[in-house]
């Protein structure tokens, strides 16, 4: 993260199935995101609404998907969000439901924050997630080849325009089952029904090209949106960002970690 010059007050930092956003000024609504994510402060506690309840505050959260939040007001921080494919979102999962609002407040030691400081491509990246997990003794979870295979699926076939229900029917070619029976298993697995995690790929491809010159109609339909007004809705109920303050680069930086898997 720290080997391309920062010139935005804002910015986003795209890995294999995670990101990063290093905030500065970026605007305060309420969003939620269809992953895990870590809220980190630079300095001060970050103080947040969250589910309608009380503020409260700390210098560290962890959210499971889907949880309602907001800053009280603009505070520069870190957000990591952590996506149903990546390795270390299961655990990341089991440590937040272990709250029953799927909400952790915890403490980074010094020498984890100085570590993520210094992350600068993808693999320090994943090592940098998995020591926070074993540091707060989380359980490895075994890989889930059912859950490997639908995420695969929806990677396949997103892009083609597959609804949830052509997508189940063919997961279910595969693992017979009742669609209902399916549903609850997903959302048993990643916190998310499969609608939304859809909808996800598509926001993610549009992340892929903010960098890229292009009208917001474009962006959407080449993302797999209906039109932009489909994109804008989804844009800002995650991020509390509407896709034209996304797409400013004197708003916002995009970068990508480097990985040799690409």
């Known amino acids: 993260m720290q080997a391309q010059t920062i010139t935005a007050p804002n910015h986003l930092i795209l890995g294999r199935h995670c990101f990063i956003v290093r905030a500065r000024s970026l605007p305060n609504r309420f969003n939620q995101r269809p992953g895990m994510t870590l809220l980190v402060a630079e300095d001060q506690p970050l103080e947040l609404d969250v589910e309608g309840l009380p503020a409260a505050s700390a210098h560290t959260w962890l959210f ?28 990341l999962l089991h440590w937040a439901r272990s709250d029953a609002l799927g909400l952790k407040q915890f403490a980074l030691t010094t020498e984890h924050r100085t570590a993520l400081d210094s992350v600068s491509d993808q693999q320090g990246f994943d090592t940098w997630i998995e020591r926070l997990l074993d540091q707060h003794l989380q359980p490895h979870i075994k890989p889930n080849p059912r859950l490997e295979y639908l995420l695969a699926l929806v990677d396949a076939n997103v892009e083609n325009g ?66 932009s007004a489909h994109l804008s809705r989804i844009c800002l109920r995650t991020f509390g960002l509407n896709p034209s303050q996304a797409n400013d680069h004197k708003i916002l930086q995009v970068s990508r970690l480097c990985d040799r898997q690409y």
């Open 64 to 91: 499971a998907p889907e949880v309602r939040r907001r800053f009280v007001s603009v505070q520069p921080h870190r957000s990591i969000t952590v996506e149903p494919a990546h390795p270390a979102y299961g655990r």
């Open 162 to 227: 597959a609804t949830a229900e052509q997508i189940w029917q063919q997961f279910r070619q595969r693992y017979p089952s009742s669609q209902a029976h399916c549903s609850h298993w997903l959302q048993q697995c990643i916190g998310i029904p499969l609608r939304k995690l859809i909808l996800w790929y598509k926001l993610r491809r549009a992340m892929e090209s903010l960098s890229d010159a292009r009208p917001a109609t474009e962006l959407a339909h080449a993302a797999g949106f209906a039109d």
